[in-house]
C-alpha cells in the first residue's frame, strides 16, 4: 500500500483526476482519497515513483506520506 500527500488537492475533481492518473499506470489499483486530510492511499503493485510521476503529471506535487 502506498500512501501519498497532495497538498493542492481541494475538491471532487481533484479527487477524479488524481484517480485517472493513478488508473492510467495500474488500471486495478484501489485509490482512496481523503479530501480533508489530503492523502491518497493506493492499493497497488507498482512502485511509488511511478504513482508519483502519474499525479504529479496530472499537476498535483505530492510527496509519499509516512
Given amino acids: 500500500m502506498l500512501k501519498f500527500t497532495v497538498p493542492d488537492m481541494s475538491c471532487g475533481h481533484c479527487v477524479g483526476t488524481i ?3 493513478v488508473k ?3 488500471t486495478d489499483a484501489t485509490v482512496t482519497v481523503d479530501l480533508t486530510a489530503k492523502t491518497v492511499t493506493i ?3 507498482e512502485e511509488a515513483a511511478s504513482i508519483s510521476k502519474a499525479i504529479e503529471a496530472a499537476g498535483y506535487p ?3 506520506a509516512g
Wanted: glycine share 8%; no cysteine.
Fill in 19 to 21: 484517480t485517472k492518473a
Fill in 24 to 26: 492510467s499506470v495500474d
Fill in 43 to 45: 492499493e497497488t503493485g
Fill in 62 to 64: 505530492n510527496q509519499t
